[in-house]
């Protein structure tokens, strides 16, 4: 059974970094791991995402050249690093696990109207605000 264990979230201003971590179990090098957010009233978007086989990572256009993606396999866990902060990118994220690896799918473009329901699993979700 995949189990996700998200932790980092917190209060940031404008231009400030924060690193969010993914703990995960039951998966393997077939799975990538996907980062998500949700703003109230908004879709669920991918954001960033990291295959667990060849480490290659996607992001969505909002994010890029703000936020990396990393794993380290010891330790199963992904890092979403974000820097340059903005309060658009307020939001509870979640990790997800798709059996599939597909990083491409859930991180290109907009990162939204995906199908999500093949995700294996979700972690709990982690508020980020970005405020003054």
């Known amino acids: 059974q995949v189990q996700l264990v998200e932790s980092g979230g917190g209060l940031v201003q404008p231009g400030g970094s924060l690193t969010l971590s993914c703990a995960a179990s039951?998966?393997?090098?077939?799975?990538?791991i996907d980062w998500f957010r949700e703003a109230p009233g908004k879709e669920r978007e991918g954001v960033s995402c990291?295959?667990?086989?060849?480490?290659?990572?996607y992001h969505t256009d909002s994010v890029k050249g703000r936020f990396s993606i990393s794993r380290d396999k010891s330790k199963n866990t992904v890092y979403l690093q974000m820097n340059n902060l903005k309060p658009d990118d307020t939001a509870v994220y979640y990790c997800a696990a798709d059996p599939l690896d597909r990083p491409d799918l859930y991180c290109s473009g907009s990162g939204r109207g995906n199908d999500l329901r093949y995700l294996a699993a979700w972690g709990q979700g982690t508020q980020v605000t970005v405020s003054t």
């Open positions: 039951g998966t393997s090098d077939h799975y990538s």
């Open positions: 990291i295959s667990l086989n060849d480490g290659s990572s």
